[in-house]
């Protein structure tokens, strides 16, 4: 999972610094980096390709066979487990903090820091390379540690920097002529948070799926990517509206809630056993 979620977050990265590349930096009405989907659409069509020509084998996945019926009664069982209900909630809350970030870190290094909006794009870029990273080594560490020590540690570390950090933003504005090679060290600090936030994703659900038998895998993926798309959607038009109506500050200090609700649930979700239902 470490690896898989690696991957993705360098699509992220990749994607960001594509996007600012097309930007014209001194004519903000340019439409030129409308082009960029012309890119995105090369890259849509090869990424399909690939998984066109990939062999995969599902045997185990097929173990039961069901229909459609039987498909949608194997996610609604999952819901009689209690571990996999905290695990959801983790996953909500988790990705209700990451979107949130990474919808609006953009914005805050254009709005609140007033670097140029290339720049902030590959803000952007950054904070998805720290991610990258930070998931790439949580399966390292998930060999060394529980995966509660390491989702702990990650939750109460980012919360730290999140205190941390962000004052050094307060009394600060970079200024549209600023470069990665001339910005002070809060522009890079920032984003390089991510880093502690990465391993948690992989590392809940990686548990969550060596709980239940693989056939069950579809069922458990469906329900992830909707609690994931719930969270993502909630963190954003959260943080949105903090934006508009108070700061960019206190919009990323507010993620501090779900954090600790976020630490409280993985440590709830560590106590039930799938084969108990305890």
């Known amino acids: 999972m470490g690896y898989l979620e690696g991957f993705f977050m360098i699509g992220v990265l990749v994607g960001n610094v594509i996007f600012s590349l097309f930007i014209d930096d001194h004519n903000p009405k340019s439409t030129q980096w409308l082009n960029v989907y012309w890119v995105l659409g090369a890259l849509s069509t090869l990424s399909s390709l690939f998984l066109f020509f990939t062999k995969l084998n599902e045997t185990e996945a097929k173990s039961e066979k069901t229909d459609l019926l039987g498909d949608v009664k194997n996610s609604l069982s999952l819901f009689s487990y209690k571990k996999v209900l905290f695990f959801l909630l983790c996953a909500f809350l988790f990705v209700l903090v990451e979107q949130s970030f990474h919808t609006w870190t953009p914005t805050f290094y254009k709005e609140v820091l007033k670097v140029p909006t290339s720049m902030s794009i590959q803000a952007g870029a950054v904070l998805a390379g720290a991610f990258a990273l930070g998931r790439f080594l949580s399966g390292f560490f998930s060999k060394k540690f529980s995966w509660i020590y390491v989702v702990s540690f990650c939750v109460v570390g980012f919360a730290i920097s999140i205190l941390l950090v962000l004052p050094l933003t307060h009394s600060i504005q970079v200024g549209t002529d600023a470069t990665w090679l001339n910005a002070p060290l809060v522009v890079y600090l920032f984003p390089l948070m991510g880093g502690l ?26 329900l992830i990517v909707v609690f994931s798309a719930v969270g993502g959607t909630v963190g954003s038009v959260i943080t949105g509206f903090v934006f508009e109506k108070f700061s960019g500050q206190q919009a990323f200090y507010l993620s501090l809630i779900p954090l600790a609700l976020l630490l409280i649930s993985a440590m709830t979700m560590n106590k039930f056993k799938i084969n108990s239902n305890k």
């Open 197 to 222: 936030l990465a391993p948690i994703y992989p590392s809940i659900n990686s548990v969550i799926l060596a709980s239940i038998p693989k056939y069950l895998h579809s069922a458990m993926a469906g």
